[in-house]
């Protein structure tokens, strides 16, 4: 299971530069087919910059992050991910303007297998997230979520301009 490779530290990265933006504009073209079934458009924000990390991974953390973003969001609401530099490193943000978290299930999103349950909506394997946490770890960044219920959701990731 990958999830216990990558959290027992037996990841092994292939670490290059990555132009940030080629990355997402990457990322939201393998999502769009999902994304306009959704009803969701997806957008890029933020300006180009290059940053040594493994493109693999970060792909996957940032598919993960887009594909909840259009999974839990509504028929005409959008997701938009910045990317740009940030202090000493770099920042990919996923924000959507969907169903949002309720705030007593925040502290929990990254647990493995915990998923927020709501009617009507399609259940993940609760995995995608604790995938995101390990997976940004083992980059040596660091991940934050913020969200209002019904408003939307804003998952930061933080990248050293070299992985640790």
């Known amino acids: 299971e990958e999830l216990a490779r990558i959290e027992s530290g037996q990841l092994s990265l292939d670490v290059a530069e990555v132009d940030l933006q080629s990355l997402v504009r990457g990322v939201l073209a393998d999502c769009s087919s999902r994304a306009e079934e959704s009803g969701v458009s997806l957008r890029t924000a933020g300006g180009g910059c290059r940053v040594r990390t493994d493109p693999v991974r970060l792909a996957q953390v940032l598919g993960n992050l887009v594909d909840n973003a259009i999974r839990y969001n509504r028929p005409g609401g959008a997701v938009t991910v910045t990317s740009g530099p940030d202090g000493d490193g770099v920042r990919l943000r996923v924000s959507d303007n969907g169903l949002g978290i309720p705030a007593s299930d925040l502290p929990l999103v990254f647990q493995r297998f915990y998923r927020v349950r ?27 979520i913020a969200s209002q219920e019904g408003q939307g959701t804003e998952v930061d990731v933080l990248l050293p301009a070299t992985p640790a």
């Open 118 to 144: 709501r009617a009507g909506t399609e259940e993940g394997s609760g995995l995608g997230l604790a995938i995101v946490k390990h997976l940004v770890r083992a980059l040596g960044g660091t991940v934050r």
